[in-house]
């Protein structure tokens, strides 16, 4: 239920905050001053679009802010949407607000928690349902009535299910689609890439393969070059005619005899001893070097198509021995799904059958239930119109029953996600007539009056705490005026309902009433708020009626309708009662 709700700088509203409570509220005032643009701002905290134009002349930013009574929530379904985004409700609190800069920028917070502007119409639309000026005109649309019907009737979630079934359905015939077109590919794409790997795989490519090639190609390359270095090496050190290493074996000898006698030159004997061994491990490893290297012709040779093929295999496969490694993974992969495409295909055909089995059996099912609801909501709607005074007409739900497929694949098919059902309200406003569409009959105000029925009768299963009519009396005549008044009254013994109106007989029944004026003050518009009690609500209900100035004959008609009023809602009260033992 809504609390509170806090306005600042939208339009001409400078500061304004209004109280709510449960029951029935209504805001009245004279056109233009401002009434509509609180449902806007209303409409604003709860998520929808948000435009620099609403921010006041003259200001960087307005602001929006909602409190909410959420106690009851688990049974409005909210708390599984607030724990979703990790939201939790302080003191059984919900604390909307939504900022709107002049440049147009947006920022929402529930709970003080930054949100984007989607989560709070999705929290927005589980807490209040704002029936528009314009609202009544989608009732002439056959998609509108539809889901009217299913609200109504509680089939909303099969309709989900059915919905989920379809797009799983579709998924799987597109799927399927796409394979059998490939079908004419495939044979040349198996080919392809069977000859593909079989060229990779049969060269048996190790992924440093190149580098040691190379190398081995430069040793043979160099061959009498190398082995004439290495015999240089070792004649350097341990020729015949000059040995060095020969001469630093002496001199270890002798270095070794002076250490003997001078300890302290112990260090140099171990330095000089080390050198010693790296040199004549470097001489050994030269003779077996020189000996070993020798040119050879034929493993060049084969080296140089080796690297040959790697060249080419790079050409055609990627830039390194990795990537055509890599490729060969990917057409790997690729074979194994072509090669078991007929598997696939009779996997996605087996699918499919099974899938459109379930289309068809919820389809079935929706649309069997559907019908009965019509009934329902057939009989409720006609008892609402002779309620509502819109004749002692008939209320008919009709169903398009085109022929359907036989086969249950085409029958699936042919269903869309709302199911294979087209449904139109029609009505007949008097007894004999023949009934026909909403578009070809109703007059504005009795649409006006026709949504405000159904929404009387939806409000029976529709969860939603607080409802917002925007002027529902548009169209509306004095005489019908009451008996709005009273079906909104009722309607607010289930739900939180805030009404603005022109209407003094449907502005009598609230339980709680605001005047909305607005004056200029140093040359600006400013909106303002007043709740009105006692003579002030009657002096209000006085000038709806019969204009300023008030006078004595219509105060007295003021108060005269209140106490009819006050009575109306006793006996209704009382009728509710009895209904309910």
Request: charged share 30%; proline share 3%.
């Amino acid at each position: 239920m809504l609390l509170q709700l806090t306005i600042r700088n939208i339009a001409i509203i400078r500061e304004v905050q209004l109280e709510f409570g449960p029951g029935f509220t209504a805001l009245t005032g004279e056109t233009g001053a401002g009434k509509s643009i609180l449902i806007d701002a209303l409409g604003l905290v709860l998520g929808a679009r948000a435009s620099s134009d609403l921010v006041r002349s003259g200001v960087s930013r307005a602001w929006v802010e909602a409190i909410f009574d959420v106690s009851q929530l688990s049974a409005t379904g909210l708390a599984a949407t607030l724990a979703e985004y990790g939201i939790v409700p302080e003191d059984d609190q919900l604390i909307l607000s939504r900022e709107v800069q002049a440049n147009g920028r947006s920022l929402a917070r529930v709970n003080g928690q930054a949100v984007p502007a989607g989560v709070l119409a999705t929290i927005g639309a589980a807490l209040v349902d704002i029936h528009g000026q314009s609202d009544h005109l989608s009732l002439l649309k056959t998609e509108r009535q539809l889901e009217l019907l299913d609200r109504f009737g509680g089939l909303l979630p099969l309709r989900s299910e059915l919905a989920r079934a379809v797009r799983e359905f579709r998924a799987t015939l597109r799927e399927l689609d796409q394979l059998r077109a490939q079908e004419r590919d495939r044979a040349h794409r198996i080919d392809l890439l069977r000859y593909q790997l079989q060229e990779i795989t049969g060269a048996r490519l190790r992924p440093d393969e190149e580098e040691e090639l190379q190398r081995e190609r430069a040793r043979l390359q160099n061959a009498e070059r190398l082995a004439m270095l290495a015999q240089e090496v070792v004649t350097n050190l341990d020729g015949e005619d000059y040995a060095p290493l020969d001469a630093l074996r002496r001199a270890s000898l002798r270095l070794e005899e002076l250490a003997r006698l001078d300890p302290e030159q112990q260090g140099l004997v171990g330095q000089l001893r080390e050198a010693l061994y790296s040199i004549e491990d470097v001489v050994r490893t030269m003779r077996v070097y020189a000996e070993t290297v020798e040119s050879d012709p034929d493993r060049l040779a084969a080296i140089e198509d080796r690297l040959e093929l790697l060249r080419r295999l790079k050409r055609k496969y990627g830039g390194t021995v990795e990537e055509i490694l890599s490729y060969a993974e990917r057409a790997r992969r690729e074979l194994e799904t072509l090669e078991s495409s007929d598997e696939r295909i009779a996997e996605l055909e087996a699918r499919a059958e099974a899938l459109a089995a379930e289309v068809v059996q919820r389809a079935e099912e929706l649309s069997q239930r559907r019908r009965r609801a019509a009934v329902d909501l057939e009989r409720a709607m006609s008892e609402a119109m002779r309620a509502l005074r819109l004749g002692q007409g008939i209320f008919t739900v009709l169903f398009d029953d085109s022929a359907r497929p036989e086969s249950l694949v085409e029958r699936a098919a042919t269903c869309s996600e709302s199911g294979w059902d087209r449904a139109e309200f029609l009505i007949a406003p008097n007894p004999g007539q023949e009934p026909r569409p909403l578009a070809r009959i109703a007059s504005g105000g009795e649409m006006a009056r026709l949504m405000l029925a159904l929404k009387s009768i939806l409000s029976e299963v529709d969860e939603t705490p607080t409802l917002v009519f925007d002027e529902v009396d548009v169209g509306i005549g004095s005489r019908s005026a009451q008996v709005v008044g009273e079906r909104l009254w009722e309607l607010a013994q289930r739900h939180q309902v805030i009404v603005i109106s022109h209407l003094p007989q449907i502005a009598a029944f609230a339980d709680r009433h605001y005047k909305i004026t607005k004056h200029v003050e140093e040359g600006t518009t400013e909106t303002l708020v007043h709740e009105l009690r006692g003579e002030a609500r009657l002096e209000e209900l006085a000038a709806m009626m019969d204009g300023v100035p008030i006078t004595p004959e219509s105060l007295a008609n003021a108060r005269a309708m209140v106490e009819r009023v006050e009575q109306r809602k006793a006996a209704l009260a009382g009728i509710r009662v009895g209904s309910n033992r």
